[in-house]
């Protein structure tokens, strides 16, 4: 059972303009949730997190917004950038800081200039 | 400040075997995680260690087990090795539980033949 999903393998968006990736899980317990990001040959990188008390955090061109009712997060870049292409993972947790996180496959993300 | 180093870069091993990885945490670090990324899937946690203890483990069996040493360094061993075990494993380090942020290695790409 895949609590974390991201449906979206790929994606491609033009120098520039907005990135939006999706993230949906279904366990209504999860109420901290982490982006990472991804480059070949190199472990995550830690991105953005938000917890359940938000609905919006914003760090430069990243912003993560989340909708409890409709258990789905998503994460902008703007504006995106070629040297954003990567895999980007979304993952949740019951509780900040706690060891368990559950990642979704991730969505690879292509910036074209 | 030296990151999470992990060591080998790739591995070959045959159905059966034993297989032991390393992990070397970030200076200061003393709670690492291990996760298992199966090639398009998210990473899975296998379990977590803090000051040389198990403190959190994920569903896989018994045959996945681990050490921490003082320096804060830790194993991974894999014992009678099965196909499915062919994966990138990934260690994470973390200054302390509460932290949410976790610094991951670069991982070892295990093949199980």
């Known amino acids: 059972d895949q609590q974390v999903k991201q449906n979206s393998p790929s994606l491609s968006v033009q120098e520039g303009r907005i990135s939006i990736l999706n993230c949906d899980y279904t366990?209504?317990?999860?109420?901290?949730f982490l982006w990472y990001k991804k480059y070949p040959a190199e472990g995550p990188t830690f991105l953005i997190s938000?917890?359940?008390?938000?609905d919006k955090n914003e760090d430069g061109r990243f912003t993560v917004f989340l909708n409890k009712s409709a258990k789905h997060l998503s994460l902008h870049i703007v504006p995106s950038q070629p040297g954003d292409s990567a895999v980007y993972f979304c993952?949740?947790?019951?509780?900040?800081?706690?060891?368990?996180?559950?990642f979704g496959t991730g969505t690879r993300l292509k910036v074209l200039a | 400040e030296t990151g999470v180093t992990q060591s080998p870069t790739h591995l070959i091993k045959t159905r059966g075997q034993q297989v032991t990885l390393r992990c070397s945490s970030q200076?200061?670090?003393?709670?690492v995680s291990w996760y298992q990324q199966a090639l398009g899937q998210g990473p899975q946690f296998i379990f977590q260690?803090?000051?040389?203890?198990?403190?959190g483990r994920g569903n896989f069996p018994p045959r996945f087990s681990g050490l921490q040493f003082p320096n804060y360094s830790s194993e991974l061993n894999v014992n009678a090795l099965e196909l499915d075990d062919s994966a990138l494993y990934l260690c994470?380090?973390?200054?302390?539980?509460?932290?949410?942020?976790?610094?991951f290695g670069p991982g070892t790409r295990l093949t199980v033949l």
């Open positions: 994470a380090s973390r200054p302390g539980q509460g932290v949410d942020e976790q610094f």
């Open positions: 366990n209504s317990m999860f109420d901290y």
């Open positions: 938000i917890s359940s008390i938000k």
């Open positions: 993952a949740a947790s019951t509780a900040s800081g706690t060891y368990k996180y559950i």
């Open positions: 200076s200061g670090h003393n709670t």
């Open positions: 260690y803090y000051r040389e203890e198990e403190n």
